[in-house]
């Protein structure tokens, strides 16, 4: 986390070099978290990318006190939340392939396209939105319920519920199938 810590500063000082270490450190975590909210590789991806354009845009104003990994967990979940409200405002429900294929490129692809993490993904995207949020953030995001409670400015029985009902959705949507 020292490594963050120095990446924070040399960011908002203007460091572009920063900002692409930051980018290579935590893109493939981002676009986990990203998965589990739309199960979409392209959406997923295109999140990432909004998250770090807006992240590059505000160079002078960026201030983040505490973890750098769960503040881009945060980004990316409130720009899929966003998406996801924006689909259903519309009318328009996300169609995603129910199992992303890989593409010849990047690394992260195989990450995003292994066959349990179709699965997974796919079941998750079953999994209504209160209870998928909490989830990702704490199996993707890594982020304590404690944190996620205050992210979500809820309490922490609420999140302990959205987490265990969501689990327990998950369980039986995989019916043992993992």
């Known amino acids: 986390m020292i490594e963050d810590e120095l990446l924070k500063l040399r ?12 980018y290579e450190k935590h893109v493939n975590y981002m676009l986990s978290v ?6 979409d590789a392209h959406g997923a991806e295109d999140i990432v990318h909004d998250v770090f354009v807006s992240l590059a845009h505000r160079a002078e104003t960026f201030r983040v006190a505490g973890n750098l990994k769960h503040y ?7 720009r899929a939340r966003d998406r996801l409200r924006a689909a259903k405002r519309h009318d328009a429900r996300l169609h995603p392939d129910p199992a992303p294929q ?3 490129g990047p690394p ?6 292994s066959e349990q993490a179709q699965q997974v993904y796919a ?12 989830i990702a953030l704490r199996i993707e995001g890594g982020m304590t319920l404690k944190e996620i409670a205050a992210i979500q400015g809820i309490s922490f029985v609420a999140v302990q519920a959205r987490y265990r009902r969501g689990i327990d959705t998950l ?8």
């Open 34 to 39: 990203a998965m589990a909210f739309l199960n």
């Open 102 to 104: 890989a593409e010849a």
């Open 123 to 134: 079941a998750l995207a079953q999994v209504p939105l209160v209870q998928r949020e909490v």
């Open 72 to 78: 881009l967990a945060t980004c990316v979940a409130n």
């Open 108 to 113: 992260e692809d195989s990450l995003i396209c």
């Open 11 to 22: 960011f908002k000082l203007g460091s572009e070099e920063a900002l692409r270490r930051i």
């Open 171 to 178: 369980r039986s949507i995989l019916d043992g199938r993992l």
